[in-house]
């Protein structure tokens, strides 16, 4: 998956969601964050670094849901 580059934008439906938050996570900082970052407060700096936790999140419980609901793979202790 690429957002930036050559292809502008190039999306392969079958990344799953933790790459698909990366790829976006860091077109976002690409554009937004790192050309900004001496207008940032402190606190503003804090609060996107704890958005950027709970979408990180929000990533691996969709990836979890990804890995069982549409490719059947159960986890280690699935069983017990």
Sequence with gaps: MRLLGEDHLNIDDNIGAEKAMEA?????????????ED??????????????????TIAKKAQAY???YEKGILPENSQN
């Design 24 to 36: 976006c996570m860091g077109t976002i900082s690409d554009i937004l964050l790192f050309p900004n």
């Design 39 to 56: 207008l940032l407060t402190e606190e503003e700096a804090s609060i996107i670094a704890v958005v950027g936790g709970v979408l990180k």
């Design 66 to 68: 990804e890995d069982v």
